[in-house]
């Protein structure tokens, strides 16, 4: 999940800034970003399955595709949000377009990005635990599923616990890292 995560973030974040800055591009790309976000995560698992096979490539290939999306699009937004008045201001100071990009777009649209890293993180959970359900030979999923089908009752709910106890930890984690990212951003709206 970590890794196809973090995937999805880096191609997510580079790509929506990338199309947030080319709105004629995006527009051209909508469709296709419209079609790709709509596609019912659940229901690609069978055709990853088909394309991949099983194991823990296609498991990541999946959590990546689906959760690319959330990170994407709101990146696309974030940076179409930036304050022109910021924009304005790094022009007359010369910055090059990296140094925009990285030093006033990004960090502008930072609230949006990471709300759209919250979404995708828990689509990239959700996506976990479907794979290790349908299309795995390990995993807290797969072992959930094995003893629901041989009726052990106790370690089916024990699964389960488990599974409810790290979503809660994972998002709990990323709060805390969001907090502390937009500190400025809290402040800034108190004001």
């Not at 377009?97 to 930072?110: G, I």
């Given at each position: 999940?970590v890794?196809?995560?973090?995937?999805?973030?880096?191609?997510?974040?580079?790509?929506?800034?990338?199309?947030?800055?080319?709105?004629?591009?995006?527009?051209?790309?909508?469709?296709?970003?419209?079609?790709?976000?709509?596609?019912?995560?659940?229901?690609?698992?069978?055709?990853?399955?088909?394309?991949?096979?099983?194991g823990?490539?296609?498991?990541?290939?999946?959590?990546?595709?689906?959760?690319?999306?959330?990170?994407?699009?709101?990146?696309?937004?974030?940076?179409?949000?930036?304050?022109?008045?910021?924009?304005?201001?790094s022009?007359?100071?010369?910055?090059?377009?990296?140094?925009?990009?990285?030093?006033?777009?990004?960090?502008?649209?930072?609230?949006?990005?990471?709300?759209?890293?919250?979404?995708?993180?828990?689509?990239?959970?959700?996506?976990?635990?479907?794979?290790?359900?349908?299309?795995?030979?390990?995993?807290?999923?797969?072992?959930t599923l094995?003893?629901?089908?041989?009726?052990?009752?106790?370690?089916?709910?024990?699964?389960?616990?488990?599974?409810?106890?790290?979503?809660?930890?994972?998002?709990?984690?990323?709060?805390?890292?969001?907090?502390?990212?937009?500190?400025?951003y809290?402040?800034?709206?108190?004001?």
């Amino acid at each position: 999940m970590v890794t196809g995560y973090a995937i999805a973030v880096v191609v997510g974040v580079a790509l929506g800034a990338l199309l947030g800055r080319l709105p004629l591009v995006a527009r051209a790309l909508n469709p296709t970003l419209q079609f790709g976000r709509a596609l019912p995560a659940t229901a690609l698992v069978p055709v990853s399955i088909v394309l991949l096979g099983v194991g823990d490539v296609p498991k990541i290939a999946l959590i990546a595709f689906v959760t690319l999306f959330p990170v994407m699009l709101n990146t696309i937004d974030g940076v179409r949000s930036v304050d022109p008045v910021l924009e304005d201001v790094s022009g007359s100071y010369r910055l090059t377009r990296a140094q925009r990009v990285l030093h006033v777009q990004l960090p502008a649209a930072a609230p949006q990005v990471l709300a759209g890293m919250r979404i995708a993180l828990s689509v990239a959970f959700v996506m976990m635990v479907v794979t290790e359900l349908v299309a795995a030979t390990n995993g807290i999923g797969y072992v959930t599923l094995q003893a629901q089908q041989s009726f052990q009752v106790p370690l089916m709910w024990s699964g389960m616990l488990l599974l409810g106890i790290l979503g809660v930890l994972v998002n709990g984690l990323f709060v805390l890292v969001e907090r502390r990212l937009l500190r400025w951003y809290a402040q800034e709206r108190e004001d």
